[in-house]
């Protein structure tokens, strides 16, 4: 292949292929082309992107966060039995969310680093855990304002308006009521962890810490402190996930998050094709979950049924590893 | 039997812009060793990696043993016969199995070798195989256990067992003790009488001179030199290669001044003697001894790594009791470390991202870095080193060994310290490199100690203005890098054991 | 007093207050013995308001029985739930309620039960096997009562969106009443199919029900004949705005369903359910009265009950325990039934 092409193809293939996508489903789907159905994209893109954006700055420190789905259903559980069950407010119901998600990765944090176990199956067990726990206060049923408690006890407690007001708010941009609350959220994440993987020290010294562990502790960087860091950022970053989650569906569902898990790790994954980056980055991150959320919201739109939507899925994660680990490493295969 | 072993003519190969290969002749003969000699960017890793099957030719031919050979990959060039020593350990060895499994492990991938592994069979071969090669390891170690020269050995010891046309040695000496590399010169001696034709890749003169049939220098991806009249003219060859004569050790030996940093009846283990030593402001001290000897146990208790039994360490007359390299750093004390792939380089970052990786704080404002002074710093800091590269965003990956070497002792020349230790600072640099380095060290020296830690005598009084002997973890002797009798010398390093190098120049 | 302390400790707290509990020496053997009697519920499915409410009926009816229950779950592993049924053949259990499960894996572990002398029920999963009478909640009944009623408020000509994903038994059997009243009614248009299980299944379900309703402007009824299904197309609908133009037709109920359909312009008017509680208690009661010798015939079928919008504001029912008592129909039927029968306390 010729080198130029290689290189052009590496790095802005995956873009190329995005707005092609949005073409395409412009010109052969009624409707996708509108604000309307960019923020309708957007949201459905947010909840995914806010936890790959978490498990992406566990990636960049050579790690996984497999909790994340777990962690972020907990935080959903917690939330409706901290305002249903407890009555607490908003706000409480929120910090209790987001502390709980720092401890899960403080815990997976120090499993890794001081009782070395390995990331994957640290962060398994503590999926396993956490999709049990959050069962345990409820005995396995959602919570819902009215369930009984039993002893004849009804939860009187409701999700707070200004708690749902985080996941159902619309914003006026252009056409009235049209940005949702988790899309803002969303790119203030992202906006975030881009900046401070990308333009600060410490997310240099991240980067080196999952390029060469060693290396990087020989020059004095705190190796263990980062990789912590790393997954109570995820921690957090799946609670306020779950936060959303809660506050878009009004109650306390059951769920293990699986699906919420494989689709965040996919749009990381997907991330390393876009831009030639090969390595975890949040720019690439953010567009891996929008490029899914695209071609799930032109698929349905175009009647697909779900089992090609996972077909297609799988097949856009298989050709981005292909670009990041085949086509990349011949690029910097240069001169070695 | 056809004339040449190997045959190379007109050999290219380019990396997109950059072309590294540009018509290289070469020919290999049965029962001779060829050393190929060139600085770093010479382009000598590429031409063994096309040669090997790692990388394929853009223009040119090969021909093995009369006819043409074009590898598909590297286990086509082995199996075809050419077998391949690289330069980089880890090519060669899988650190989980133990040795006696990393010795059989082309049989064991061989076709035909049965589903079972049969343990007892696979044992006695190994043991055949390290006896012949004089390996003195438990066969049950772990690899990933074993120190590099080990590595090394057995990495070698399994191209042997081959019974290679070919064999392509890329730098093997390069982390092996003066016993060690006797015994690989002694086996090379062998294969060569058994007519193997060698291909023998090294900048350590002494290994030259005691194995090379002929030599071949490379300069800029053309062979600028070929040596094979009787005696070989080294001198020349040197020259062919660097594109200038040799230059004299020329320095003025520094005096002792104010102690830095003074080292007080330090014990590294239980039963080494106690080390009492001072190194001062604007001196260089060589700290030399074996593999084994102590001295990257002594550079790494003094970067807070490791801990010593007893005693203490005063920098600038205060109490020094490191906790961790963090704290080292803080106070003052930098440390490259030795195995620059596996303990410094950052692969994944460009040039300027590895330099300046442990001052980052010096670039940012806040939190956030300011990507434009980090990069003026490193271009400044390229510049009075003599990195070869485009420029300083290049990948570290597309560096020759000294140019990598060279930004990874620039990393710690950025912020000024009161301690400097190198920890085998020439490790896999050819010489030009090395005398970029050891300039730039002796220049800088100004403010602070140094301390270089190495194995090589030649090296040392290329550079040090004092050199401290190591062996079994205490100090052995000290010499001023005056007039030094190198006999005494080398018997303080080992009393038995003859270090060739020393006696090279 | 001894043996109610005993069954007390057994872990049926309830029926030391319970009003309907027979005393034991009323029934017919084996329950004269109730406490040497073992029963043995083996599940495929269990995380979900359903199997929880279900696994709550089967409880209380073998409370009010007073016979041991125990509780194996298979988590949706097809195999380890057959070695359960031959775990439970192992322990000696005198019945065996199969809660849902493949017939190819169950097919032949139910036999080897039946074989071993032990009585089996199976609840929404055919087992093929004359001697197993099926328990079951009709769903195509379900998913009729709901369309019926979806045809009465909107009459036969609509334009609408459907939430199907084909391969699940109980869906399935939903469909087909679907088809037929798209048979039926020929003014019917479906314009839109869709749905998923991806957990948490209302999120993403709501996810494509926008999409749908974006593509498809003219939607006004949407057929979620799954109680999850429907609350992803409610959250879809408020989000799009478009409360007042569709009608969501569902079926299934839990006290989260009764919040969402009683919100003030709430698009979900009506659900068609069966009590899973009522389907456990009558799983175990056809059970026992296999074991007492009677017949409770081939198949014993739970009828639904249509919850509509209207009858949920007009009762102020807030919660399951609320339709429990103004619904007569939705806390007990009258299936399985036999005059020693004690039944749990209401």
Same mark, same amino acid.
């Given at each position: 292949?010729?080198?130029?092409?290689?290189? =052009? $193809?590496?790095?802005?293939? =995956?873009?190329?292929?995005?707005?092609?996508?949005?073409?395409?489903?412009?010109?052969?789907?009624?409707?996708?082309?509108?604000?309307?159905?960019?923020?309708?994209?957007?949201?459905?893109?947010?909840?995914?992107?806010?936890?790959?954006?978490?498990?992406?700055?566990?990636?960049?420190?050579?790690?996984?966060?497999?909790?994340?789905?777990?962690?972020?259903?907990?935080?959903?559980?917690?939330?409706?039995?901290?305002?249903?069950?407890?009555?607490?407010?908003?706000?409480?119901?929120?910090?209790?969310?987001?502390?709980?998600?720092?401890?899960?990765?403080?815990?997976?944090?120090?499993?890794?680093?001081?009782?070395?176990?390995?990331?994957?199956?640290?962060?398994?067990?503590?999926?396993?855990?956490?999709?049990?726990?959050?069962?345990?206060?409820?005995?396995?049923?959602?919570?819902?304002?009215?369930?009984?408690?039993?002893?004849?006890?009804?939860?009187?407690?409701? =999700? $707070?308006?200004?708690?749902?007001?985080?996941?159902?708010?619309?914003?006026?941009?252009?056409?009235?009521?049209?940005?949702?609350?988790?899309?803002?959220?969303?790119?203030?994440?992202?906006?975030?962890?881009?900046?401070?993987?990308?333009?600060?020290?410490?997310?240099?010294?991240?980067?080196?810490?999952? $390029?060469?562990?060693?290396?990087?502790?020989?020059?004095?960087?705190?190796?263990?402190?980062?990789?912590?860091?790393?997954?109570?950022? $995820?921690?957090?970053?799946?609670?306020? /996930?779950?936060?959303?989650?809660?506050?878009?569906?009004?109650?306390?569902?059951?769920?293990?998050?699986?699906?919420?898990?494989?689709?965040?790790?996919?749009?990381?994954?997907?991330?390393?094709?876009?831009?030639?980056?090969?390595?975890?980055?949040?720019? /690439?991150?953010?567009?891996?979950?929008?490029?899914? /959320?695209?071609?799930?919201?032109?698929?349905?739109?175009?009647?697909?049924?779900?089992?090609?939507?996972?077909?297609?899925?799988?097949?856009?994660?298989?050709?981005?590893?292909?670009?990041?680990?085949?086509?990349?490493?011949?690029?910097?295969?240069?001169?070695? | 039997?056809?004339?040449?072993?190997?045959?190379?003519?007109?050999?290219?190969?380019?990396?997109?812009?950059?072309?590294?290969?540009?018509?290289?002749?070469?020919?290999?003969?049965?029962?001779?060793?060829?050393?190929?000699?060139?600085?770093?960017?010479?382009?000598?890793?590429?031409?063994?990696?096309?040669?090997?099957?790692?990388?394929?030719?853009?223009?040119?031919?090969?021909?093995?043993?009369?006819?043409?050979?074009?590898?598909?990959?590297?286990?086509?060039?082995?199996?075809?016969?050419?077998?391949?020593?690289?330069?980089?350990?880890?090519?060669?060895?899988?650190?989980?199995?133990?040795?006696?499994?990393?010795?059989?492990?082309?049989?064991?991938?061989?076709?035909?070798?049965?589903?079972?592994?049969?343990?007892?069979?696979?044992?006695?071969?190994?043991?055949?195989?390290?006896?012949?090669?004089?390996?003195?390891?438990?066969?049950?170690?772990?690899?990933?256990?074993?120190?590099?020269?080990?590595?090394?050995?057995?990495?070698?010891?399994?191209?042997?067992?081959?019974?290679?046309?070919?064999?392509?040695?890329?730098?093997?000496?390069?982390?092996?003790?003066?016993?060690?590399?006797?015994?690989?010169?002694?086996?090379?001696?062998?294969?060569?009488?058994?007519?193997?034709?060698?291909?023998?890749?090294?900048?350590?003169?002494?290994?030259?001179?005691?194995?090379?049939?002929?030599?071949?220098?490379?300069?800029?991806?053309?062979?600028?030199?070929?040596?094979?009249?009787?005696?070989?003219?080294?001198?020349?060859?040197?020259?062919?290669?660097?594109?200038?004569?040799?230059?004299?050790?020329?320095?003025?030996?520094?005096?002792?001044?104010?102690?830095?940093?003074?080292?007080?009846?330090?014990?590294?283990?239980?039963?080494?003697?106690?080390?009492?030593?001072?190194?001062?402001?604007?001196?260089?001290?060589?700290?030399?001894?074996?593999?084994?000897?102590?001295?990257?146990?002594?550079?790494?208790?003094?970067?807070? #790594?490791?801990?010593?039994?007893?005693?203490?360490?005063?920098?600038?007359?205060?109490?020094?009791?490191?906790?961790?390299?963090?704290?080292?750093?803080?106070?003052?004390?930098?440390?490259?470390?030795?195995?620059?792939?596996?303990?410094?380089?950052?692969?994944?970052?460009?040039?300027?991202?590895?330099?300046?990786?442990?001052?980052?704080?010096?670039?940012?404002?806040?939190?956030?870095?300011?990507?434009?002074?980090?990069?003026?710093?490193?271009?400044?800091?390229?510049?009075?080193?003599?990195?070869?590269?485009?420029?300083?965003?290049?990948?570290?990956?597309?560096?020759?060994?000294?140019?990598?070497?060279?930004?990874?002792?620039?990393?710690?020349?950025?912020?000024?310290?009161?301690?400097?230790?190198?920890?085998?600072?020439?490790?896999?640099?050819?010489?030009?490199?090395?005398?970029?380095?050891?300039?730039? #060290?002796?220049?800088?020296?100004?403010?602070?100690?140094?301390?270089?830690?190495?194995?090589?005598?030649?090296?040392?009084?290329?550079?040090?203005?004092?050199?401290?002997?190591?062996?079994?973890?205490?100090?052995?002797?000290?010499?001023?890098?005056?007039?030094?009798?190198?006999?005494?010398?080398?018997?303080?390093?080992?009393?038995?054991?003859?270090?060739?190098?020393?006696?090279?120049? | 007093?001894?043996?109610?302390?005993?069954?007390?400790?057994?872990?049926?707290?309830?029926?030391?207050?319970?009003?309907?509990?027979?005393?034991?020496?009323?029934?017919?053997?084996?329950?004269?013995?109730?406490?040497?009697?073992?029963?043995?519920?083996?599940?495929?499915?269990?995380?979900?308001?359903?199997?929880?409410?279900?696994?709550?009926?089967?409880?209380?009816?073998?409370?009010?029985?007073?016979?041991?229950?125990?509780?194996?779950?298979?988590?949706?592993?097809?195999?380890?739930?057959?070695?359960?049924?031959?775990?439970? %053949?192992?322990?000696?259990?005198?019945?065996?309620?199969?809660?849902?499960?493949?017939?190819?894996?169950? *097919?032949?572990?139910?036999?080897?039960?039946?074989? +071993?002398?032990?009585?089996?029920?199976?609840?929404?999963?055919?087992?093929?096997?004359?001697? %197993?009478?099926?328990?079951?909640?009709?769903?195509?009944?379900?998913?009729?009562?709901?369309?019926?009623?979806?045809? !009465?408020?909107?009459?036969?000509?609509?334009?609408?969106?459907?939430?199907?994903?084909?391969?699940?038994?109980?869906?399935?059997?939903?469909?087909?009443?679907?088809?037929?009243? *798209?048979?039926?009614?020929?003014?019917?248009?479906?314009?839109?199919?869709?749905?998923?299980?991806?957990?948490?299944? +209302?999120?993403?379900?709501?996810?494509?029900?926008?999409?749908?309703?974006?593509?498809?402007?003219?939607?006004?009824?949407?057929?979620?004949?799954?109680?999850?299904?429907? *609350?992803?197309? !409610? %959250?879809?609908?408020?989000?799009?705005?478009?409360?007042?133009?569709?009608?969501?037709?569902?079926?299934?109920?839990?006290?989260?369903?009764?919040?969402?359909?009683?919100?003030?312009?709430?698009?979900?008017? +009506?659900?068609?359910?069966?009590?899973?509680?009522?389907?456990?208690?009558?799983?175990?009661?056809?059970?026992?009265?296999?074991?007492?010798?009677?017949?409770?015939?081939?198949?014993?079928?739970?009828?639904?009950?249509? %919850?509509?919008?209207?009858?949920?504001?007009?009762?102020?029912?807030?919660?399951?325990?609320?339709?429990?008592? *103004?619904?007569?129909?939705?806390?007990?039927?009258?299936?399985?039934?036999?005059?020693?029968?004690?039944?749990?306390?209401?």
């Amino acid at each position: 292949m010729n080198d130029r092409l290689l290189d =052009f $193809s590496i790095k802005y293939g =995956f873009l190329i292929l995005l707005f092609g996508l949005i073409i395409f489903f412009s010109l052969t789907t009624n409707g996708f082309a509108s604000a309307r159905s960019a923020a309708f994209v957007l949201q459905s893109v947010a909840l995914t992107g806010i936890l790959a954006l978490g498990v992406t700055c566990t990636l960049v420190v050579d790690g996984f966060d497999l909790s994340i789905g777990a962690v972020a259903t907990s935080a959903l559980m917690l939330s409706a039995y901290s305002m249903v069950i407890l009555e607490h407010s908003a706000l409480v119901a929120v910090l209790l969310c987001l502390s709980m998600g720092a401890l899960v990765g403080l815990i997976n944090g120090l499993l890794i680093v001081r009782f070395r176990v390995p990331d994957l199956l640290a962060t398994l067990g503590m999926m396993f855990l956490l999709i049990g726990l959050q069962r345990i206060p409820t005995q396995g049923n959602s919570i819902a304002t009215g369930m009984s408690l039993g002893n004849g006890v009804v939860a009187e407690g409701t =999700f $707070s308006k200004a708690f749902l007001w985080i996941g159902r708010h619309r914003f006026d941009l252009v056409i009235e009521r049209l940005l949702p609350m988790p899309v803002v959220i969303f790119l203030l994440i992202a906006v975030f962890i881009w900046l401070f993987l990308g333009f600060t020290r410490h997310g240099r010294m991240m980067y080196a810490i999952g $390029s060469n562990e060693r290396a990087a502790g020989l020059v004095g960087v705190q190796v263990n402190n980062y990789k912590i860091a790393a997954y109570m950022i $995820s921690g957090v970053t799946a609670s306020i /996930g779950g936060i959303l989650l809660a506050a878009r569906l009004g109650r306390g569902d059951i769920a293990s998050g699986n699906n919420l898990l494989l689709d965040s790790v996919a749009a990381a994954l997907i991330g390393f094709a876009v831009l030639g980056a090969a390595r975890p980055n949040a720019f /690439g991150t953010a567009i891996g979950a929008l490029f899914v /959320g695209i071609l799930l919201q032109g698929m349905t739109m175009m009647n697909a049924p779900y089992y090609t939507q996972d077909f297609v899925k799988g097949a856009v994660l298989v050709s981005a590893l292909v670009f990041t680990f085949y086509l990349s490493s011949r690029r910097t295969g240069a001169g070695r | 039997m056809p004339a040449h072993a190997l045959e190379v003519r007109g050999l290219l190969k380019s990396f997109g812009r950059n072309s590294v290969l540009k018509g290289i002749d070469l020919t290999l003969d049965y029962g001779s060793v060829t050393v190929l000699m060139g600085a770093n960017g010479a382009g000598k890793s590429t031409l063994v990696k096309v040669v090997c099957g790692h990388h394929s030719a853009d223009g040119g031919e090969l021909h093995l043993a009369g006819k043409p050979f074009s590898p598909l990959n590297a286990a086509d060039a082995i199996a075809k016969g050419v077998v391949t020593v690289h330069q980089s350990i880890d090519d060669g060895v899988i650190p989980d199995l133990d040795v006696a499994n990393n010795l059989m492990l082309d049989r064991l991938a061989e076709p035909g070798s049965g589903f079972f592994v049969r343990e007892g069979k696979l044992r006695r071969e190994a043991q055949r195989v390290a006896d012949s090669m004089g390996i003195e390891v438990d066969l049950k170690a772990r690899v990933a256990d074993l120190a590099v020269a080990d590595r090394q050995m057995i990495a070698i010891a399994r191209a042997m067992a081959r019974k290679p046309e070919v064999l392509i040695l890329d730098e093997p000496t390069s982390s092996l003790s003066a016993t060690e590399a006797n015994r690989l010169f002694a086996l090379i001696d062998r294969l060569r009488d058994a007519g193997v034709a060698i291909l023998y890749i090294s900048h350590r003169m002494s290994d030259i001179r005691r194995i090379a049939d002929r030599i071949l220098c490379m300069r800029d991806g053309l062979i600028s030199g070929a040596f094979e009249d009787k005696p070989l003219d080294y001198e020349a060859a040197v020259t062919a290669m660097l594109g200038h004569s040799m230059l004299e050790v020329d320095f003025t030996v520094q005096r002792a001044s104010v102690a830095v940093i003074e080292l007080q009846d330090l014990q590294l283990t239980v039963e080494a003697q106690a080390i009492n030593l001072a190194a001062h402001d604007g001196e260089v001290v060589a700290v030399i001894g074996l593999l084994g000897s102590g001295k990257s146990r002594l550079a790494e208790v003094i970067y807070g #790594i490791n801990n010593a039994v007893s005693g203490q360490m005063r920098i600038d007359g205060k109490q020094y009791k490191p906790v961790s390299v963090q704290h080292a750093v803080q106070q003052g004390v930098f440390m490259s470390p030795k195995d620059r792939a596996t303990n410094a380089v950052i692969p994944d970052f460009d040039i300027a991202n590895n330099m300046t990786l442990p001052f980052l704080s010096a670039f940012s404002n806040g939190s956030f870095l300011n990507g434009k002074r980090l990069r003026r710093r490193a271009r400044d800091m390229n510049q009075q080193l003599g990195v070869v590269c485009q420029s300083e965003t290049d990948a570290i990956g597309t560096l020759s060994g000294g140019n990598q070497q060279k930004v990874m002792i620039a990393r710690w020349l950025m912020e000024p310290c009161r301690v400097l230790l190198l920890d085998e600072p020439f490790q896999g640099v050819d010489i030009g490199a090395r005398r970029d380095i050891g300039k730039h #060290i002796r220049a800088s020296a100004n403010g602070r100690a140094t301390l270089v830690f190495m194995s090589e005598i030649d090296e040392a009084i290329e550079i040090a203005d004092r050199i401290v002997v190591m062996a079994e973890g205490s100090i052995n002797g000290e010499y001023l890098n005056e007039n030094i009798e190198l006999g005494s010398l080398i018997s303080d390093i080992s009393g038995s054991e003859t270090a060739l190098s020393g006696q090279a120049q | 007093m001894l043996r109610r302390n005993f069954m007390a400790l057994a872990g049926a707290a309830t029926i030391l207050f319970g009003s309907g509990q027979a005393l034991s020496q009323d029934m017919p053997a084996p329950f004269d013995k109730a406490a040497d009697v073992n029963i043995a519920l083996v599940r495929y499915l269990s995380t979900g308001d359903f199997f929880q409410a279900y696994l709550a009926g089967v409880e209380n009816q073998a409370a009010a029985l007073g016979v041991n229950l125990r509780v194996l779950d298979s988590r949706q592993d097809a195999a380890l739930q057959a070695d359960m049924v031959d775990q439970a %053949i192992a322990l000696g259990v005198d019945g065996i309620v199969i809660q849902h499960g493949l017939t190819e894996s169950m *097919k032949e572990a139910a036999q080897r039960a039946v074989d +071993a002398g032990i009585k089996v029920v199976a609840f929404d999963v055919n087992v093929e096997n004359e001697a %197993i009478p099926q328990i079951e909640q009709s769903d195509y009944q379900l998913g009729k009562m709901a369309l019926d009623q979806a045809v !009465k408020d909107n009459g036969n000509n609509f334009t609408a969106g459907y939430v199907y994903v084909p391969g699940i038994a109980p869906l399935d059997r939903r469909h087909v009443a679907w088809e037929e009243t *798209k048979a039926a009614n020929p003014d019917i248009t479906e314009v839109a199919q869709f749905g998923t299980l991806d957990n948490p299944i +209302a999120n993403s379900v709501a996810n494509q029900a926008r999409s749908v309703l974006q593509a498809n402007p003219t939607i006004n009824v949407v057929f979620a004949p799954y109680d999850e299904f429907a *609350k992803g197309v !409610k %959250i879809a609908v408020d989000e799009a705005g478009l409360t007042d133009d569709i009608d969501i037709y569902s079926a299934d109920v839990s006290t989260a369903d009764i919040s969402a359909m009683r919100e003030p312009g709430s698009a979900w008017v +009506a659900t068609v359910a069966t009590n899973p509680a009522v389907v456990g208690e009558a799983s175990v009661r056809a059970l026992a009265l296999m074991l007492a010798g009677e017949d409770p015939g081939a198949s014993v079928v739970v009828p639904p009950t249509l %919850i509509t919008q209207a009858f949920l504001n007009e009762q102020d029912i807030k919660n399951m325990d609320d339709l429990g008592a *103004k619904m007569p129909q939705f806390q007990h039927a009258d299936v399985a039934m036999a005059d020693w029968m004690p039944l749990p306390p209401r």
